[in-house]
């Protein structure tokens, strides 16, 4: 099937700990996001990045590592993790030209909950 | 910062009503795009609108674009159960999307 996905679905850890989100597409987009949704569904962009490129760094507090080894891939790193980092944490990729025209294509999301 | 504002934020509709949710943002854009996010579930590309005056329609959805009032509309016909969700509106500024907070549709059997 051809998508993004992202692992884990789901993630609960203790303060302090550091984690880390993985996520692939196979459409061969050029672009590819992560996105914060807070508890009241709030979707905020975090990063962007165009073939391995950072291209948007929101303020993020630099906890935050994206890496893209590639373009098929974006993953998270979250060093210290506070309670205010529980989410819903969704990547998504895109491709600027037609036909798409940056019509964004979500990954299912990764739930993480700070204990 | 660009500014996108949903309205209203939460929607509770008969089946078989019509109603319009409408997206107003707060800089020039070209580009506009809706999506739909069921409980728990991602997000579903529902419409791209590239131009002042576009209009684009999906079964009992319809969505338009006027850039010259920073305004963009969904419209439901007739509604149905299966389109309860969360409807988002979302603007490009340079490759850079500003989301808008979400409406909540409840359409009741």
């Known amino acids: 099937d051809t998508a993004v996905s992202q692992t884990p679905k789901y993630l609960v850890t203790q303060m302090g700990n550091d984690k880390s989100i993985k996520c692939e597409q196979n459409l061969g987009h050029d672009t590819m996001y992560w996105y914060k949704q807070d508890s009241k569904k709030f979707l905020k962009i975090m990063f962007s990045?165009?073939?391995?490129?950072?291209?948007i760094n929101e303020t993020v507090p630099n906890r935050f590592s994206p890496k893209s080894p590639d373009k098929a891939h974006l993953n998270l790193h979250i060093n210290s993790l506070e309670l205010g980092d529980s989410a819903v944490y969704f990547c998504?990729?895109?491709?600027?030209?037609?036909?798409?025209?940056?019509?964004?294509?979500f990954g299912p999301g990764t739930r993480l909950t700070v204990l | 910062e660009l500014k996108v504002e949903q309205n209203p934020l939460f929607l509770s509709m008969q089946e078989g009503k019509n109603y319009t949710i409408y997206c107003n943002y707060s800089t020039t854009s070209d580009r506009l795009y809706w999506y739909r996010q069921d409980p728990g579930k991602s997000l579903e590309s529902l419409f791209v609108?590239?131009?002042?005056?576009a209009v684009k329609q999906e079964g009992r959805l319809m969505a338009s674009l006027d850039t010259k009032a920073r305004l963009s509309t969904l419209h439901i016909t007739a509604a149905v159960h299966d389109l309860s969700a969360t409807y988002f509106c979302a603007v490009d500024n340079f490759n850079k999307f500003y989301f808008g907070s979400g409406t909540k549709l409840n359409v009741k059997p």
């Open positions: 990045y165009n073939n391995k490129e950072l291209i």
């Open positions: 609108l590239l131009s002042n005056g």
């Open positions: 998504a990729s895109s491709q600027p030209a037609r036909p798409s025209y940056n019509e964004q294509f």
